[in-house]
T-cell receptor, first 108, second 112 residues
Framework: AQRVTQPEKLLSVFKGAPVELKCNYS??????LFWYVQYSRQRLQLLLR??SRESIKGFTADLNKGETSFHLKKPFAQEEDSAMYYC??????????FGKGTRLHILP | GAVVSQHPSWVICKSGTSVKIECRSL??????MFWYRQFPKQSLMLMAT?????????EQGVEKDKFLINHASLTLSTLTVTSAHPEDSSFYIC????????FGEGSWLTVV
């Protein structure tokens, strides 16, 4: 079965330090992968998708098929980055399967 | 940008009653919508796929008679929780497929 794994429930990082949120997937075909962010009391928002290869709010994520990973990275954390981050995979039926999420807490 | 709206945002209902949650795509048509539920501090769990003009497809373990889904038009899908019980209390989120997938703001259901 298709699965998305985010091993860290909580990640605390000092402001200005690099951030890496881990995501691993299991999918036999070519996955389409996303990162979603949920700020406090707001709706889920698309942060980035691997096919567009863009950088949003300083975040990037590279699909590594060898490691089946799609880790989210940012070189310098900002306080407004504190949020819940979900890695997700889109399968052939257009179903998005989510990881359990990682809460990112930026320390001042 | 494309917006998906859910109504109501908050609802409290008595145990045994039914409650309907609406999901609307406001400026695009969506043949496919998804319903998720999210328990506190947990991830989103896909409940069902709602297809316009046909029956919804439910994920394993989700009772279709309990969670009735109707996708009567290209802009509206409804989730009805029938004979609600306290364990149905949760955060329900819909999403709609446009040029990407857009999420509603979610609906809090509390069954007392």
């Amino acid at each position: 079965a298709q699965r998305v794994t985010q091993p860290e429930k909580l990640l605390s990082v000092f402001k200005g330090a690099p951030v890496e949120l881990k995501c691993n997937y299991s999918y036999s075909g070519s996955p389409e992968l996303f990162w979603y962010v949920q700020y406090s009391r707001q709706r889920l928002q698309l942060l980035l998708r691997h096919i567009s290869r863009e950088s949003i709010k300083g975040f990037t994520a590279d699909l590594n098929k060898g490691e089946t990973s799609f880790h989210l990275k940012k070189p310098f954390a900002q306080e407004e980055d504190s949020a819940m981050y979900y890695c997700a995979s889109l399968n052939r039926d257009d179903k998005i399967i989510f990881g359990k999420g990682t809460r990112l807490h930026i320390l001042p | 940008g494309a917006v998906v709206s859910q109504h109501p945002s908050w609802v409290i209902c008595k145990s045994g009653t039914s409650v309907k949650i609406e999901c609307r795509s406001l400026d695009f048509q969506a043949t496919t919508m998804f319903w998720y539920r999210q328990f506190p501090k947990q991830s989103l769990m896909l409940m069902a796929t709602s297809n316009e003009g046909s029956k919804a497809t439910y994920e394993q373990g989700v009772e279709k008679d309990k969670f009735l889904i109707n996708h009567a038009s290209l802009t509206l899908s409804t989730l009805t929780v029938t004979s609600a019980h306290p364990e149905d209390s949760s955060f329900y989120i819909c999403s709609a497929v446009g040029n990407t997938i857009y999420f509603g703001e979610g609906s809090w259901l509390t069954v007392v």
